[in-house]
Every structure is written in C-alpha cells, then in structure tokens.
C-alpha cells in the first residue's frame, strides 16, 4: 500500500531550514578565468506571451512541454559575468545590487566575495545595454559600487537614453534608473562602438534590438572564442527554437530579431561556447542548430578539464 503522510500538508525535509542552490561557476578559458553569478531570480507566470509575443500560446505551451518545463510558469534568472584576463578584472553588467525589486535578487556584491573577488578588485565595468537589471548596482547606498573601476557604456545606448526621445511605453522607470545612476558617470566613461575592444581579446559587437545601442562582446584568448550574448537570446527554449519570436521586454522586437539571427549564425559557425545572462545558471553552454532553428546545449565537464 502507497504511504501517506499525516497531517496533510507539504512534506518538508527534516531539520532542512532552506534550500540551497549553485550560485557562483568559474572556469578557465585558456588564459582568461571567468565567473558567472547568479544575482537573482524572478518568478513569472507569462512564459507566453512575454517569450514570444507574436506566437500563440499553444506553440509556446507546445515547445514547453517538448523541452519538459513548465507552463506558463518560468524562472527568470539573472546572471552577471566577470572576465578576468590576469591584468583586468572586467565586471559585465553586474545586477541589481541594493535596488533589487524583490528579496530573491540583488545578491552579486555578496556573491562577487564567494568567487574569490572584492568590490574593489574590478578594473572596468562594462555595460552592454541600460536596463535596471543590469545598471542598478553601478552605485551602492550613496557611493560607487566599484570604486577603482572604469565605466564602459556603449556609444549608441548612452546616447539614446539621454536624449530620451521615443522611450518604448515600459520604460520609463528604466530612463529614470538610468538618468539617476548612468548619466552622472558620463564626465569620467569611456564610449565603445561595436568592434572596438575594451582590453585584447574583449570585443564589442553589434546586438542592437533589445535595447537600442545593445552589445554582445566576444572573448578570445589563445585562439579559443567565447560569445557574452547578454540579452540577445531571452529564454534558452523560446528564444533559440523560434529566433524570429518577438521577447516582451525587446525595446525594438523586429531590430532585436535580426541582431538574434547574426548572433546566433557567429556562435553556431565557429561552434564557440556562449554566456547568456537569463540563461538557467551556470548560464554557459553551446548552440546547436536543431529544426528550423536551434537548441541550447549545456556545458557539462568541458571547462572543468
């Protein structure tokens, strides 16, 4: 006969007061160590129709249940990366810090300690694009978060969010976030255009869409190639399977597509690992084609050897 449990209620572990989960990954590649946080997390309930706005809720119900995750129910994972090249630290977007929304974000400057590094260790900070999730923690209470750290924004982001001129209808919290935060940073920032690199090996490269100047940056060391996507892939099932399906929070959905598909095409070409920041933690994996479109293949042991 089954075993039930008295009382009725849910089965909770003995003497477990919470649950634990990975929150720091570093790895080496080739002559670079890079770390991967996880800040945080979102709980949503729209996988549809925020992972595809212009794809009915069936398809998206569909491709979940084929991938074995739920529906509409989805985790929205936030995952800043560091790249330490042995002369520079180089913090990517890192998080919410202090001004998380809510209490399961907001936990890199925390974190950045259990990878081995300190606030003041960063050399340059450098921001693909200025949504909140990923400026928020460039100040902390009212000082810098990373004091010895230059600031490295994108030309055609910076520019488009001080002028402020047709901001998207759900971001104006973002130019408030970024009038109070970034702007005042611009006397001492430098400005890069995609193409240009922030330290050898760190390459800036053309992701417009999701935001309107937003980068992806390119690592290369000892010939070995590694793509930080940011947000140019949204969801790993939605986003990849279907790169053409429009993301909620893309600024410029149909700009945002075309950058996807280049991205997509360099990574998969030159069969070069990928780093996304709402990708599920560790967040570094491979990119096969699969369909029409393309499927994410974790990183298992790879870096580990």
Not at 12 to 28: D, E, G, I, S, W
Not at 53 to 82: C, D, G, K, M, W
Not at 97 to 105: R, W
Not at 169 to 190: N, Q
Request: one cysteine or more; aromatic letters at 10%.
């Amino acid at each position: 006969t089954a075993h039930s449990f008295s009382g009725g209620g849910p089965k909770v572990a003995a003497n477990k007061p919470k649950m634990t989960r990975p929150t720091v990954y570093q790895f080496n590649h080739s002559d670079f160590v890079v770390t991967n946080i996880l800040e945080g997390f979102l709980l949503r309930e729209d996988l549809h129709p925020v992972t595809g706005t212009n794809a009915e809720a069936s398809e998206v119900e569909a491709l979940a249940t084929q991938f074995r995750i739920p529906f509409p129910n989805f985790e929205h994972q936030f995952v800043p990366t560091l790249v330490d090249t042995g002369e520079k630290l180089i913090a990517f977007d890192p998080g919410f810090g202090d001004k998380s929304p809510q209490p399961n974000a907001g936990h890199y400057n925390d974190r950045l300690a259990d990878a081995g590094y300190d606030r003041n260790d960063v050399d340059i900070v450098v921001i693909t694009h200025c949504h909140p999730d990923h400026i928020a923690n460039l100040t902390h209470g009212d000082g810098l978060t990373f004091p010895n750290a230059e600031i490295v924004f994108g030309e055609a982001e910076f520019d488009f969010w001080k002028k402020g001129e047709n901001i998207p209808a759900h971001r104006p919290p973002t130019l408030e976030m970024f009038r109070k935060i970034c702007e005042p940073l611009g006397e001492r920032a430098r400005f890069v255009k995609p193409g240009d690199d922030i330290v050898a090996g760190v390459t800036a490269v053309d992701a417009f869409g999701h935001s309107a100047g937003h980068m992806a940056y390119h690592i290369e060391s000892a010939g070995n190639q590694l793509m930080i996507m940011s947000d140019t892939v949204a969801h790993f099932v939605m986003s990849l399977a279907h790169p053409e399906w429009k993301f909620g929070m893309d600024d410029d959905p149909d700009k945002a597509i075309v950058s996807r598909k280049r991205v997509l095409a360099q990574i998969v070409d030159a069969k070069m690992p990928a780093i996304g920041f709402h990708m599920p933690f560790p967040s570094v994996g491979y990119i096969d084609t699969h369909g029409d479109g393309y499927a994410w293949v974790p990183h298992s042991y790879q870096y580990n050897l």
